[in-house]
Each structure stands twice: as C-alpha cells, then as structure tokens.
C-alpha cells in the first residue's frame, strides 16, 4: 500500500470518527451512513482537495453530499 492511500483511509477514518461525534452517532453508525449516502465515496474522489480544508469544513461538505444523496440528517 503506497504513503497515498494510507493518508488517505486515515483521512476518511478520521472524518468517519469526527462526524460521529459531531452528530452523537457511533463510529460503525456514521461509517453505515456515510457509506450509504455516498460520502465516503467522496472523500475518496475529493482527498486532495477536503484534506487541506479544516476538519469542521469536511464535516459540513460530508453533511451536505449526504443529504444531496437521500440522507436526512440535519
């Protein structure tokens, strides 16, 4: 596995573990649900661009992807 990928599953794991927290879910929960609405998908597509915003930013841009694929969390 290359350096790349590596920051990159750390990436999404941290932002998996801050939206739990932020929307007071368990890990496994926010991971089910990012992965349903297609937010993990765009942290993979999006990495070079959401790793150099704030954490609280790439939560927000989750939230929304989230809700722009059938998601209803507020």
Known sequence: M???????????VICI????????????EA????RNFKGIEFLK???EAEH???LD???DD???VC???GGDIK
């Open 31 to 34: 991971y089910l649900y990012l």
């Open 62 to 64: 989750l939230k929304q």
């Open 17 to 28: 573990n801050e939206f739990a927290k932020q929307f007071k879910m368990t890990s496994k």
């Open 2 to 12: 290359s350096k790349q990928q590596k920051n990159i599953i750390n990436y999404i």
């Open 57 to 59: 930013d790439a939560i």
């Open 45 to 47: 597509e999006n990495y």
């Open 52 to 54: 150099t915003v704030g």
């Open 67 to 69: 809700i722009n694929n």
